[in-house]
């Protein structure tokens, strides 16, 4: 059926190649044009001249995140305007690809972002666009913030010598943390996950995250290497530690 055929194309996040195929229609050559594109990324229109539209599309795209039009990042976590990332593999969300098509290419809809035939609905006017981009810029002043704090953090923790090696000598030496220490990482990280599952004054996601569960699975996939940040033990420090944050309110 289309329908089934629609969220099977529809993917979360696509790197531009990925959103090319899928507004060329060409989501049944997919496997073959991957194959190529993976070795050959710079060849596209001369390996496969019989489909320009995936050079152009891909360009497009490009084009759209180098002026600020097209909100972009790494593995589906938006990232600020500016950025340095591989001009190749940077992401591009579903729900900002559809906004900024809806708006610069109103005459096209492809199925994998509008479903069969297109979606009446989804056509908005210049002001409410810009009125989204001023939030979308405020929350991205406001996340700013926080990461230009956490780098002052990381800079304290290396003034005191606490660099990768000295933290790592510190957990093998099982050195427990006294109740008071344990007590405040607790309402640390429970304010953290508080935050990151907030909402602007104006009803706005302050991240990328839906839930905890969301989080923890970013976590467990991007370190799956590190010890001690397993779905279980990270759901257990989670919970305890919004415990924690309940005694407060």
């Given at each position: 059926?289309?329908?089934?055929?629609?969220?099977?194309?529809?993917?979360?996040?696509?790197?531009?190649?990925?959103?090319?195929?899928?507004?060329?229609?060409?989501?049944?050559?997919?496997?073959?044009?991957?194959?190529?594109?993976?070795?050959?990324?710079?060849?596209?229109?001369?390996?496969?001249?019989?489909?320009?539209?995936?050079?152009?599309?891909?360009?497009?795209?490009?084009?759209?995140?180098?002026?600020?039009?097209?909100?972009?990042?790494?593995?589906?976590?938006?990232?600020?305007n500016g950025t340095a990332i591989d001009n190749i593999q940077?992401?591009?969300?579903?729900?900002?690809?559809?906004?900024?098509?809806?708006?610069?290419?109103?005459?096209?809809?492809?199925?994998?972002?509008?479903?069969?035939?297109?979606?009446?609905?989804?056509?908005?006017?210049?002001?409410?666009?810009?009125?989204?981009?001023?939030?979308?810029?405020?929350?991205?002043?406001?996340?700013?913030?926080?990461?230009?704090?956490?780098?002052?953090?990381?800079?304290?923790?290396?003034?005191?010598?606490?660099?990768?090696?000295?933290?790592?000598?510190?957990?093998?030496?099982?050195?427990?943390?006294?109740?008071?220490?344990?007590?405040?990482?607790?309402?640390?990280?429970?304010?953290?996950?508080?935050?990151?599952?907030?909402?602007?004054?104006?009803?706005?996601?302050?991240?990328?995250?839906?839930?905890?569960?969301?989080?923890v699975d970013a976590l467990t996939v991007r370190y799956k290497?590190?010890?001690?940040?397993?779905?279980?033990?990270?759901?257990?420090?989670?919970?305890?530690?919004?415990?924690?944050?309940?005694?407060?309110?």
């Amino acid at each position: 059926m289309v329908t089934d055929n629609f969220y099977q194309e529809s993917k979360t996040f696509y790197r531009p190649i990925d959103a090319a195929i899928r507004w060329c229609g060409l989501i049944q050559f997919e496997a073959q044009i991957l194959d190529v594109y993976s070795s050959h990324p710079d060849k596209l229109a001369k390996l496969f001249p019989q489909w320009p539209c995936l050079q152009i599309n891909i360009e497009k795209i490009q084009d759209a995140v180098r002026n600020n039009e097209l909100s972009y990042g790494y593995f589906g976590i938006t990232v600020s305007n500016g950025t340095a990332i591989d001009n190749i593999q940077f992401t591009v969300r579903h729900s900002d690809l559809r906004l900024w098509m809806s708006i610069r290419y109103p005459e096209h809809k492809p199925r994998f972002l509008f479903g069969a035939g297109g979606d009446s609905h989804t056509k908005i006017n210049t002001g409410t666009y810009l009125s989204l981009q001023a939030d979308r810029e405020a929350l991205k002043v406001e996340l700013k913030k926080y990461q230009d704090l956490y780098q002052d953090v990381l800079s304290d923790l290396r003034a005191l010598g606490l660099e990768r090696k000295e933290l790592n000598d510190l957990i093998k030496s099982h050195s427990g943390l006294s109740g008071r220490s344990e007590l405040t990482y607790r309402q640390i990280i429970g304010a953290l996950l508080h935050l990151f599952l907030s909402r602007s004054p104006a009803g706005k996601p302050l991240s990328v995250f839906e839930s905890q569960a969301a989080i923890v699975d970013a976590l467990t996939v991007r370190y799956k290497d590190i010890p001690g940040l397993s779905k279980r033990t990270l759901d257990e420090k989670f919970a305890a530690a919004n415990r924690s944050i309940q005694k407060l309110k």
